[in-house]
């Protein structure tokens, strides 16, 4: 094998090397090895991709659609997203100039980064949140300025979002990730209409990652992009709605003018998503595909009562989470703040995965995620091992 010459090891991006990995990975690669684990780390929906949206993929590479395809996505796919939005938000978008197809969620948020900020620039992020967002701005010399919305009942508020646009004049956006990954909050409609008001009167973008907005409980998801359609860059994917993490389908939907600069980063990027995936996800925002997160929804509704309630006779506080497939639970009191230990010692004496809170920022201190991706019998087999722990 190969050995990098020693005279080119200096040569790097220096930000990277103070760029950490993404904190959810880093700690389920930590403990992956302890033999027989019950992990409830990652958000790796269980389920399997849907027969008729997988069959639309695999008639996609028998029809030999293996060229070079559009950059912002193919025009059938674009159409299915704007009648998906359209149908399911009332948000109406152009699917010529005012959609991009994206390599998963993750692309969509890099892109827009990567597009509408420089060095130096402030971007406001709520937390707890996906600690994606937090290397990439810091890849790219983007400051982001934290509101740890812990004491807020996990919500941001807007007596508190005004304060720190007041200390924070300048910031160029904010992003929101609702339903949230840690906490499975979502934000109520009266609420996110509160915030646009405010967020009406400054100048940034408000980066809304929807990715968990099919899966809700209880309560209808209502996109932020609908009170502010000039602001938003409306992100999301298929990744958890129809399961198909593997397929990296997301999409960036937007004004046409900045859809113009984020195609010209995408492009740079990838070129363009592979033809069969589009024809998959073109089959999953269909509406015949609205039926798929339905069904997923009264599973993971079962999951989450039944994690819910063992956590809580384990005398856990929890916050019952109203959407996405996570449950945030603070830790035993004799720990004080110290997640990381304690989720390392449930990893290592009950043989239970779950992410510590402080990966997801400053509002998450004192808290750990646990994933209801899970078969219930992985769930009650989890139960049973942390109840073991806490009696021992």
């Known amino acids: 094998m190969p050995e990098l010459a020693a005279n080119l090891e200096p ?20 403990i992956s090895g302890i033999p027989g684990i019950v992990k409830l780390t990652v958000g790796e929906p269980d389920l399997n991709t849907p027969e008729h949206v997988k069959q639309a993929a695999i008639n996609s590479i028998n029809n030999n659609e293996s060229h070079y ?9 674009d159409q299915a997203i704007s009648a998906y939005l359209k149908r ?7 699917p010529e100039t005012e959609i991009i197809v ?33 290397s990439l701005l810091h890849l790219f010399g983007i400051k982001a300025v934290t509101i740890n919305t812990a004491q807020d009942d996990f919500l941001l508020q807007p007596e508190r979002l005004t304060k720190t646009l007041a200390a924070h004049p300048h910031a160029k956006g904010i992003i929101l990730n609702y339903p949230n990954n840690p906490t ?11 915030l646009a008001v405010i967020l009406e ?39 958890k709605s129809h399961a198909m993490t593997g397929y990296r389908v997301g999409y960036l939907a ?12 995408h492009a740079l990027l990838v070129t363009a998503v592979p033809n069969m995936t589009q024809a998959a996800a073109c089959e999953a925002l269909s509406v015949r595909g609205d039926a798929d997160p339905q069904k997923a929804n009264k599973i993971y509704a079962e999951r989450k009562d039944l994690i819910s309630t063992g956590l809580s006779q384990l005398g856990f506080e929890i916050i019952p989470p109203e959407g996405a497939f996570y449950l945030f ?10 997640d990381l230990t304690f989720a390392r010692e449930l990893a290592h004496s009950a043989r239970v995965g779950c992410i510590p809170g402080s990966a997801f920022g400053d509002g998450g201190i004192g808290y750990v995620r646990f994933s209801y991706a899970a078969s219930p019998e992985k769930i009650r087999e989890a139960l049973k091992r942390i109840a073991d722990f806490l009696n021992n």
């Open 11 to 30: 040569i790097v991006n220096r930000r990277l090397l103070t760029t950490t990995p993404s904190a959810i990975r880093k700690f389920d690669q930590e």
């Open 329 to 338: 639970a603070k830790i035993p009191a004799k720990y004080g703040t110290n």
């Open 102 to 134: 994206t390599v998963g969620a993750t692309e969509a948020i890099a892109t827009t980064i990567i597009s509408l900020f420089n060095a130096g620039d402030e971007v406001i992020v709520p937390t707890p949140t996906f600690a994606l967002y937090f």
């Open 184 to 194: 499975g909050r979502e934000y109520p409609e009266t609420l996110i209409k509160k």
């Open 88 to 94: 399911k938000q009332n948000l109406v978008y152009d």
């Open 69 to 77: 395809g559009r950059q912002m996505g193919s025009l059938k796919l």
């Open 254 to 265: 937007a004004p046409q003018k900045v859809i113009k600069l984020l195609t010209t980063t």
């Open 201 to 239: 009167q400054h100048q940034l973008y408000v980066l809304s990652d929807e990715i968990y907005s099919e899966l809700t409980y209880g309560t209808k998801h209502y996109s932020i992009a609908r009170c502010l359609p000039e602001q938003t860059i409306l992100i999301s994917g298929l990744s």
